[in-house]
């Protein structure tokens, strides 16, 4: 009995996409958790091997099973400044190959035989057992990556599942002469490429695109001369989402859509009047076979490659002309790079592994900008300069700015779903970029002791600046430790900084007991004690900063209570007293003895 097509086949091919959609964005979301932001921060390591960029494209774009994700990052890395536009071109060679891999396994629906060890290849066969293989995943393992892997083969069983259903909805078309007469319109290529890249724009999704051009494959009314420009066009279709991303980033960020949507438009331009003159004016028989799922599969691959083939070693060219579309405005000043925060992106929260990544890379930024800031105004005490001053002031209040954007980008990666060492990592940034700022902070109050002095004339004698040098030399190595070991990522650097704190504290209650002596003496005047105690003061807080900073390294990667670890280390490690015992010989031995002036 002949089935009709139905506004009920049509709910059922809509359901199907639906399916197709979810399935595809669960699998692409464990996917992008399992690799826990391994292949996306690869991308920031490009060099000027075009090969590599291409093979790292490919790479991520097989993890994520999204090309347009991968422009999107890309986006976000150029706009974050993590990437130069030039880096890029190889990889959207690579992301646009690696995207057809969804294709080739959509190709395995068309599987037909009797042969039971081929049929079990069929999605219908196994898509089931591998549903309840990703839920039982789920539901008994404990661990983060083997739940993420259920949620991988749900989502492919979820995906696979919509492409059966559009593959049966689809189905009464090829009894069809109305749908027949319909496709007798794709004869025309122009028509073909227009409507491939409008329907792929609306929904956002090449795989999706060509899912559903395969599902239409069943039904026998399409040939190669009709698939291959509709194909063209969901290639240039799916450039959209990019073009969505780059709204609202920097120019070079726009660029990069720009290129993503050249290589497309351009392959097109030049590989579509091959297929027209191959058609219709050699007549090629081939353009008028039936096409089927692998064919699509083939004729997808195949446009990609060419398209790489031909463009890759104008991979200059493609840059040059995104900068002539997108025309630097005369007189634009380039970016300063100190002041300007590098990472934060939105558009990179979409995959989370690569926004731990990036904020990372801005905790760097904001801790050599506290370190180079404290290290200067360490220096202001007995150096005093103005526009030192001026700078350290101004670096405090990019600091503050520095961690307020941190820490709320911070809150948008915690309510995302993250692995474990990412959330590790998200804690860690959170204290140590609190304890960046308060250094930061510290060292304003030091630039407000030395303009005191420098703005009433007094001066501290001789002996009392030995003594801030040698403490002040202490806790800029302590200060060095602490933030190499951050930036690092280095628990053995870490570790050296708690005993040089505590040879800090003892220097800085030896200076206050000297300080005491002198005031008693007459040596001193109180105006200048007073500032030298709030020298010491803040000096004091800045070696605790350092410690906080060693601690929550300490803390969260060896997983230890940091309270616990102090008491137990001061008590009984004879390596923490062997390295007191070093630092303290060697600052103290510098503190002389002085019978001069009054500080």
């Known amino acids: 009995m002949e089935t009709e097509f139905s506004i009920f086949n049509i709910f059922t091919m809509m359901g199907g996409l639906a399916f197709f959609l979810y399935g595809m964005k669960v699998m692409s979301t464990g996917l992008e958790k399992l690799t826990g932001g391994k292949l996306e921060a690869a991308l920031q390591k490009m060099t000027s091997n075009k090969i590599k960029a291409i093979l790292l494209g490919m790479g991520v774009t097989i993890a994520i099973q999204s090309s347009s994700a991968m422009t999107v990052m890309l986006v976000g890395f150029v706009n974050s400044g993590l990437m130069s536009l030039g880096q890029t071109v190889g990889v959207c060679f690579g992301s646009d190959i690696g995207t057809t891999l969804t294709a080739w396994i959509l190709s395995l629906v068309g599987v037909e035989s009797s042969n039971p060890f081929i049929k079990i290849l069929k999605p219908s066969s196994f898509s089931p057992i591998v549903a309840l293989i990703g839920v039982m995943m789920i539901m008994i393992c404990k661990k ?151 064919g699509i599969a083939i004729a997808h691959s195949v446009f990609n490659l060419a398209v790489t083939i031909i463009l890759l070693p104008f991979s200059n060219k493609l840059v040059n002309l995104a900068k002539w579309i997108i025309k630097d405005e005369e007189g634009e000043k380039e970016r300063d790079t100190k002041r300007t925060l590098t990472g934060l992106d939105d558009i990179l929260l979409k995959t989370p592994a690569v926004a731990v990544h990036s904020c990372l890379n801005a905790t760097m930024q904001m801790a050599d900008l506290t370190q180079e800031t404290i290290i200067a105004a360490l220096k202001i005490l007995t150096e005093y300069s103005e526009e030192s001053a001026e700078t350290i002031t101004e670096n405090e209040d990019i600091i503050d700015g520095f961690e307020d954007k941190i820490n709320s980008y911070l809150m948008k990666i915690s309510k995302s779903s993250v692995t474990g060492k990412d959330s590790r990592s998200v804690s860690k940034m959170m204290h140590c970029v609190g304890n960046f700022e308060r250094i930061s902070d510290h060292a304003v109050n030091l630039v407000e002791s030395a303009q005191e002095m420098h703005d009433k004339g007094i001066f501290f004698s001789p002996e009392c600046v030995n003594e801030i040098n040698v403490i002040t030399d202490a806790i800029a190595e302590n200060i060095n430790k602490a933030f190499d070991a951050y930036k690092n990522g280095d628990l053995g650097i870490a570790h050296k900084v708690e005993p040089l704190e505590e040879v800090v504290d003892n220097l800085s209650t030896e200076l206050k007991n000297r300080h005491i002596r002198r005031l008693q003496n007459d040596e001193c005047t109180v105006e200048l004690g007073y500032i030298f105690q709030d020298v010491l003061t803040n000096l004091e807080r800045i070696s605790d900063h350092c410690s906080n900073i060693a601690g929550c390294l300490i803390e969260t990667d060896e997983k230890t209570n940091i309270h616990a670890y102090l008491h137990d280390v001061k008590e009984n490690d004879e390596t923490f007293r062997k390295e007191y015992r070093s630092y303290a010989e060697d600052y103290f031995k510098r503190l002389e003895i002085s019978d001069g002036k009054a500080s």
Not at 173 to 183: G, V
Not at 220 to 244: D, E, K, S, W
């Open 144 to 294: 983060h990556k083997k739940k993420d892997i259920g949620n991988i083969l749900i989502g492919f069983a979820i995906l696979m599942t919509g492409m059966t259903l559009m593959s049966g909805a689809v189905a009464p078309l090829a009894e069809s002469e109305k749908f027949k007469s319909l496709l007798t319109a794709f004869n025309n290529p122009i028509l073909g490429v227009l409507v491939g890249a409008g329907f792929t724009g609306i929904i956002q999704s090449s795989a999706a695109s060509v899912g559903i051009l395969q599902a239409f494959s069943t039904t026998g009314g399409l040939t190669y001369g009709m698939a291959i420009p509709i194909i063209m066009g969901l290639n240039i279709g799916t450039c959209v989402t990019a073009l969505i991303s780059s709204i609202g980033v920097s120019k070079d960020a726009k660029r990069v859509a720009c290129i993503h949507i050249s290589i497309k438009v351009i392959g097109t331009l030049i590989l579509l009047p091959i297929v027209i003159i191959l058609q219709y004016v050699i007549h090629l028989d081939f353009f008028n076979n039936t096409i089927g799922y692998l």
